[in-house]
């Protein structure tokens, strides 16, 4: 039940996006004794900039999770905006701080970063490919920076986008080595698919395989099949993987602890999720 007290977390996307948020939030906070709950909340565009400042003008209202097709818009509509925000030029967390401000942060590359790390997988120093340099693979270079990995390089079919992100890593990790416009994995310690390729039977890898080092690690973004054939064939190789819901239940508790909730682990949340796949 919600009370006068209960914090709220908006959960904003377009009126036909499938809110699968408050399947994973809501039970862990019933489960953690928390009063809080996350809300589906549908917005159009054209009326999302006005709403996302009223929704804030509720005085329990903890934070907003931002979806598509507004992650984009988010990120102009900040009065502060963290690193991740202006290195993937998107933005899928709000929270309001003492001063009344917006505060915002992007957490899809974080969730990545962190499934990586409790997999084992050593960042600092590695030399990491990304393919695909749209909102996800933006936040997954950003993150990747962060964690100190000593090279980037970056493809996307539309060969402006990897040199405009290019162009943000550098104005933001001046030692970072980034590199442009091939997609060859050859002597990448991390190998990320962060394109939609793979979510349809019939789609074409996003890159050889088979100069892929079996040491390498591995990690997809597609959610909607858990081991897609870009996984399959690098697990035929030998390479660690990380499947994309991974993502999703590592990037949870990261948001938590930006709405200053307690945290759990993704074990938790997963044992806990209502949903229905």
Do not use: W
């Amino acid at each position: 039940m919600i009370r006068g007290t209960t914090e709220l977390i908006a959960h904003i996307g377009y009126p036909t996006h499938a809110f699968k948020a408050p399947m994973i939030y809501n039970p862990y906070f019933e489960h953690a004794g928390i009063d809080a709950v996350v809300v589906p909340m549908a917005s159009r565009g054209e009326h999302y900039p006005a709403f996302l400042r009223a929704v804030f003008a509720l005085d329990n209202v903890r934070g907003a999770l931002i979806t598509m097709p507004h992650k984009v818009t988010t990120a102009s509509l900040l009065d502060v905006a963290l690193p991740a925000v202006c290195i993937a030029g998107s933005c899928n967390a709000v929270r309001r701080d003492a001063d009344g401000r917006l505060v915002g942060d992007m957490f899809d590359g974080e969730g990545f970063v962190r499934g990586l790390r409790r997999k084992g997988c050593t960042l600092q120093g590695a030399r990491a490919l990304v393919v695909g340099c749209g909102g996800v693979g933006s936040a997954i270079a950003a993150s990747l920076a962060a964690a100190g990995v000593a090279a980037i390089a970056l493809f996307d079919a539309h060969a402006p986008a990897a040199e405009a992100l290019g162009g943000r890593l550098k104005d933001h990790y001046a030692a970072l080595e980034v590199n442009v416009g091939s997609n060859d994995p050859d002597g990448c310690d991390i190998v990320v698919n962060g394109t939609p390729l793979g979510m349809n039977d019939g789609d074409p890898l996003p890159l050889d395989v088979a100069r892929i080092s079996p040491q390498a690690f591995v990690g997809e973004v597609v959610m909607k099949t858990e081991m897609t054939a870009f996984l399959k064939a690098a697990a035929a190789r030998g390479c660690r993987y990380q499947v994309g819901s991974d993502m999703l239940f590592e990037m949870i508790p990261a948001y938590l602890e930006f709405f200053g909730f307690p945290t759990t682990t993704p074990e938790t949340l997963r044992a806990l999720a209502r949903l229905s796949y």
